[in-house]
C-alpha cells in the first residue's frame, strides 16, 4: 500500500509538471527563415502562424511562385523548430522514467 501512495504522489507531482511544460510550449515561438532569410516566419507553441517578414525585394509580380516556395519552406524550417523544442523540453521532464520506448509525450 505504501508503494501505491508513493506512485500516486508521483503521478500527481507528473501531472503538474505536465500541466506547466503545456504553458511553457504555449507561451513558445519558433522561427524558420528560407532564401537566406528573405523570408521569415514565426510560429506559436500551438503551431498557429504568429509573424509572416518578407524581404521587399521579394514584391515582384513575375516572382510570385519563388516567393510561395519560399513561405512554405521558411514554415517548414520553423515547424522542425519547433518541434525539437517540445521534443527537448519533454525529454528534459521525463528523464529518468520509466516510459516504453516509442511513446511521446505530450499525447
Known amino acids: ?12 507531482a507528473m501531472q503538474e509538471k505536465m500541466g506547466n511544460l503545456q504553458a ?6 519558433a522561427t524558420g527563415q528560407a532564401g537566406g532569410g528573405v523570408v521569415s516566419v514565426t510560429l506559436k507553441g500551438s ?11 521579394l514584391l515582384k509580380a513575375d516572382e510570385k511562385d519563388i516567393l510561395e516556395d519560399l513561405i512554405v519552406a521558411a514554415h517548414a524550417d520553423a515547424k ?9 523540453k519533454t525529454q528534459a ?3 529518468g522514467l520509466p ?9
Open 1 to 12: 500500500m505504501k508503494d501505491l501512495m508513493g506512485m500516486m504522489k508521483q503521478a500527481k
Open 24 to 29: 511553457e510550449i504555449a507561451t513558445a515561438t
Open 47 to 57: 503551431g498557429e502562424l504568429e509573424s509572416l517578414n518578407l524581404d521587399p525585394s
Open 80 to 88: 522542425r523548430k519547433l518541434d525539437a523544442l517540445i521534443q527537448e
Open 93 to 95: 521532464l521525463t528523464a
Open 99 to 107: 516510459l516504453p520506448p516509442g511513446l511521446k509525450l505530450p499525447f
